[in-house]
């Protein structure tokens, strides 16, 4: 496929070569014959891509529109975490994402220029992905996009198509687009809004999207710098309160890929946004927090933040994901992590009920589910948010006191937020008729070690995790049932009943011996069980 380079604007990043993907003619403005599809996705950034990918995978075919012709400008999302990487590597990406990422564990809290403490994102090793790859977003989109054509007899992507109206009825959504050579219509089962924080679809509508407007605003630079700025021996999240060269204030950095640092610096209230952006006015500040002028600013905005979240995300055959479902603070990386976890829960359940004729009733799962999960988001990102900055002199007594006590005391360092950093949503409520229903892995995501196969090749449980439920057993019956699920079935030693060895013994650290346990197709522990059958792993099914 053949791109053109494009022609770099204001607020393009410097250093990466940004293409245009081709225009091509639709079959309704070709063929003049207008399609149903399966479903129509709205919105080429991360979320719309990987959606589109995950149903592919699963044999159900989309149209993707974007109004653009390119990956995003600047590097806005640049933080992934294990589960995200987890789900990527399904998606078959994450093997560019960790060859190109900079990978970090270890984040670093300063109050001025005194460092309170560091801590361990991941200190249970033995999992095939680390808990965070720092990659900035339009390495993602190109990665997804490149995957989208490799399966473009499912995916019909189509770039500068605008989505301009919408209306639905009991049986399509009608979607009318535009385009470089006109207007034109389609159908489609369902559609799927990944159009971002500012969605033209829930504006067109009007779905309230209230939440809580952050007043301080954040200045946001990524610099190109061949040199660490700071002595470490590997890359790390450094964070500071009040650093003394950016008074009064707070500043975050992090390594990227192509010696790109992302730098985040609080400023005031209020302020001339204009003269903040001023080259010559960003350099002086950098100069500060790097201890030297040799860097170039690569990609700059300013931004006040938002905490909101639409009350249901499913409008009958109109779904939300991603941003245009949920915003938060970029502090945390729940954003583009979030957003993948929709991914991840609509993916097989829009799935099912275009593939297998399950109920429609299984969205509500979708709309619980994720409405709880963007409430918890939201929440620990507005506590980060009022933590960093105090909106009284009581509130700031307190943080001051919390950080001058947190060297030495660890209760005082559980109170630090600089930004709790995202980790999966857990199910609650669920209600199983087991003396297992109080484990507290019921209602978590899964968690990886490694495994021999009968081959003797090391590989790692995500590795083997099949699109539909999965039975995981440590168990040393052998187990027949008729559920149509992946069977997974670990031991210590070799024998028939076993497809996968525990060789490092990680399995039977993380999980109990001789016990079941169901696995949603995105990840869920949803059944853990002595004895099964196929009635018992029915009844957990969705």
Known sequence: MEFITVKRAANFSKNYNYKEFPFKTPPEILEGIQKTYPVVIVGAGPIGLSLAIDLAQRGIKSVLLDDNNIVSTG????????????????????????????TWETGRLFNGDEEVFSFNLLPDKGQKFPAFINLQQYYVEEYLIERCFQLKDYIDIRFNSEVIDHEQNKETVNVTVRCPEGDYGLKSLYMIACDGAESPTRKRMNLSFDGEVFDEHFLIVDIFMETQPFESDRPERWFWFTPTFHEGQSALLHKQAENIYRIDLQLEEHIDKKKELDPERVKKRIKKVVKSDNFEIDWMSIYKFKCASLDKMVFDRIIFAGDSAHVVSPFGARGGNGGMHDVDNLGWKLASILKDDTSCKILNTYNDERIEAAKENILNSSRATNFMTPKNKMAKAFRDQVLKSAT?????????????????????????????????????????????????????????????????????????FSCGLNSIR???????????????????????????????PDGYIVGIFKEISSKTLEKCML
């Not at 975490?81 to 399904?90: N, P, Q, S, V």
């Not at 210590?492 to 013994?505: I, K, M, Q, R, S």
């Open 75 to 102: 590097s806005r999302a640049i933080c992934w975490a294990k589960r995200t990487l987890e789900i990527f590597d399904r998606l078959g990406v994450a093997s560019k994402m960790m060859a190109k990422g900079i």
């Open 490 to 520: 670990i031991g210590t030693e070799n024998n028939e009943n076993v497809d996968f060895l525990d060789f490092e013994g990680k399995g039977l650290e993380r999980y109990s011996g001789g016990l079941n346990y169901l696995i949603r």
């Open 408 to 480: 030495s005391n660890q209760f005082s360092r559980n109170l630090i937020n600089s930004g709790r950093l995202s980790v999966p949503f857990k199910l609650r409520g669920l209600k199983l008729d087991n003396e297992y229903r109080n484990d507290p892995l019921l209602g978590s995501i899964y968690v990886d070690f490694p495994i021999l196969d009968k081959k003797g090749n090391r590989l790692f449980l995500t590795d083997v995790m099949a699109l539909n439920y999965n039975l995981l057993s440590f168990s040393k019956t052998k187990i027949r």
